[in-house]
């Protein structure tokens, strides 16, 4: 027995539904292997690092605080450059909203030039 939509055409569930059912199988196993890559490296790089802070913890007596305060030092001195050079290139080229200040910056600029 044939489904007829609102306009009197035949819908055709078999046929379409297939293709698309597929399609969105493939594309959730393909989600799915990509997420257990992503899940398989995080475990990797977290038992390295571990690995890591054991070994200087062992070698050296240096305890893993102490190092995740160094290294947060750094960035923390890293990110405060960062930004301070990205606000100094931000104000490159920019003018004074004060007018006065900037006809007095011209005139002067103007004097200078005529006489040097």
């Known amino acids: 027995m044939s489904q007829f939509n609102r306009f009197g055409d035949e819908i055709k569930t078999n046929s379409m539904n297939l293709p698309l059912i597929i399609g969105a199988?493939?594309?959730?196993?393909l989600l799915l292997w990509w997420l257990l890559s992503v899940i398989k490296a995080s475990f990797k790089t977290a038992f390295l690092i571990v690995a890591v802070i054991f070994t200087i913890q062992v070698l050296t007596g240096v305890g893993p605080q102490q190092i995740f305060n160094q290294v947060g030092d750094w960035i923390?001195?890293?990110?405060?450059?960062?930004?301070?050079?990205?606000?100094?290139?931000?104000?490159?080229?920019?003018?004074?909203?004060?007018?006065?200040?900037?006809?007095?910056?011209?005139?002067?600029q103007l004097v200078a030039e005529l006489f040097i």
């Open 25 to 29: 199988l493939i594309v959730s196993l």
């Open 76 to 108: 923390g001195v890293s990110l405060t450059k960062f930004f301070t050079w990205l606000q100094r290139w931000g104000d490159k080229g920019k003018i004074d909203a004060d007018p006065k200040k900037q006809s007095a910056i011209w005139l002067f």
